[in-house]
């Protein structure tokens, strides 16, 4: 529900004309909303231990985050630039 939150208000951010900059702060948090619960439970016995495999998963899951985040504000401004 967090995530869902957080993009609607980056949406409203760039509808409001906010500075691009506040895509980062967004994109952060959609990362650790997204990963927390992973890496929680690495600590745990029973799984496996860091690995490339997971590596790959956490940079390309930043990444769409970020890009998600990008994608989001822009359709605040398109929809801005749409209705004057």
């Known amino acids: 529900m967090l995530a869902y939150g957080l993009?609607?208000?980056l949406c409203f951010?760039?509808?409001a004309?906010?500075?691009w900059w506040s895509v980062l702060p967004a994109s952060t948090?959609?990362?650790l909303h997204g990963w927390w619960t992973q890496l929680w439970r690495l600590g745990e016995p029973t799984h496996d231990h860091w690995?490339?495999?997971i590596t790959a998963y956490f940079v390309t899951g930043?990444?769409?985050d970020?890009?998600?985040a990008v994608v989001s504000f822009g359709l605040g401004r398109a929809a801005r630039w749409a209705l004057g």
């Open 51 to 53: 690995s490339k495999k």
């Open 13 to 15: 951010a760039g509808y």
């Open 7 to 9: 993009i609607i208000a």
């Open 17 to 19: 004309g906010w500075p």
């Open 66 to 68: 970020f890009v998600f």
């Open 29 to 31: 948090a959609l990362t």
């Open 62 to 64: 930043v990444v769409a």
